[in-house]
């Protein structure tokens, strides 16, 4: 892995504008993502983990720009990426990918796979119609899809192999960023793993850089190379895998590493696990410490005050009054 930051993410807001459901018809404000700070280096794979709700999809879409943003800044290699006109947008956009949760409603049901796959470079014009076929089988390959199905439609497939052909469209354009959103959370538990093996074996091969989110703590720990843990909108804990698997310190990050049965990621995937009392509101998050009403060890000052996230050792923030200033 090199040192080189690929994106940086500054205080990023993003908040929804809806319209309360009743009599009413008040507006009220979604705080989705409300202040998020990260960076990711070139070749890093940086897992984001959370309960339903918190924020993570909102941040890698408004990452992706396929949100507009609230306040904030995203730099992707330095530059700002809400600054872009269209033309830079367009070729920056070939870089950073997304692959999605839900294979099916994502891929065309009408399209053939090869024209699926080969969406992306019909879009961006690139090669003759002869090499983009080419190009569709190759990759068909890459992501263990045999090519002579290409003119199949996407529902002949199983659920990994639709997971493997929304791969294989992300990588059409040679990205170097691409953001997986619970790309493995719609599959049966062994299809989990084939699927995030296969993203790993990518990753060595072309040195990609992953933002993988996902609400599975143990999918998280599988893939990641560093942790960052949201809640309700905020990062509450972020450090290397190692460090956070073995000395997490936020109150919720141990609730998360409790709810589990094992110590082995590998056994814990597909578990369904839960950490005590509900996910409140982001419309009406608690006063102080957002976690502080499910939180064992909330003070008066957790009521009050939101803890500031705090460098506790090289590379390991928590933000908790309790390791606070
Ligand atoms: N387009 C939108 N309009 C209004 N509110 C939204 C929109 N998208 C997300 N939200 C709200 O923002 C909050 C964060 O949602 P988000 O989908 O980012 O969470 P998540 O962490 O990805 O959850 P999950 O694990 O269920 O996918 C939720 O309260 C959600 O209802
Ligand atoms: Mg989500």
Not at 140 to 150: I, S
Not at 186 to 205: G, H, Y
Not at 264 to 288: A, E, L, N, Q, T
Request: charged share 25%.
């Amino acid at each position: 892995m090199k040192d080189t930051k690929i994106l940086e993410v500054k205080n990023l807001v993003k908040h929804f504008t809806v319209t309360a459901q009743g009599a009413s018809e008040q507006k009220q404000v979604v705080r989705a993502v409300d202040g998020v700070s990260l960076d990711i280096k070139e070749g890093e794979i940086l897992g984001i983990v959370g309960e339903s709700g918190c924020g993570k999809s909102t941040l890698g879409k408004t990452v992706m720009r396929l949100h507009d943003k609230t306040s904030g800044e995203v730099l992707y290699r330095g530059e700002d990426l809400f600054g872009m006109k269209r033309d830079q947008m367009k070729d920056i956009s070939t870089h950073m990918q997304m692959i999605f949760q839900d294979p099916y409603s994502s891929l065309n049901p009408r399209k053939k796979v090869s024209q699926v796959i080969g969406q992306p470079l019909r879009i961006h014009s690139v090669g003759s119609s002869s090499e983009q076929s080419d190009r569709v089988e190759a990759l068909m390959e890459e992501v263990g899809l045999n090519p002579k199905f290409k003119r199949r439609y996407p529902h002949q497939f199983s659920g990994g192999q639709r997971q493997r052909i929304g791969i294989a469209r992300a990588l059409a354009l040679d990205p170097e960023f691409i953001v997986c959103d619970e790309a493995v959370s719609a599959l049966d538990v062994s299809v989990q793993a084939q699927i995030l093996n296969l993203l790993l074996d990518l990753q060595s091969k072309h040195q990609f850089t992953y933002m993988f989110i996902s609400h599975d703590l143990a999918v998280v720990e599988f893939i990641s190379t560093r942790i960052l843990v949201m809640y309700l909108g905020r990062v509450v804990e972020i450090a290397d895998k190692k460090e956070l698997v073995q000395k997490h310190l936020h109150p919720y990050t141990k609730a998360l590493f409790e709810a589990f049965p094992t110590t082995d990621p590998r056994s814990r995937i597909g578990k369904k696990r839960v950490v005590m009392g509900d996910v409140p509101s982001p419309i009406y998050p608690p006063s102080g410490c957002h976690f502080h009403p499910r939180c064992p060890f909330a003070t008066d000052k957790c009521r009050m005050e939101y803890p500031p996230l705090k460098e506790v050792s090289p590379g390991h923030s928590v933000a908790c009054w309790e390791f606070g200033s």
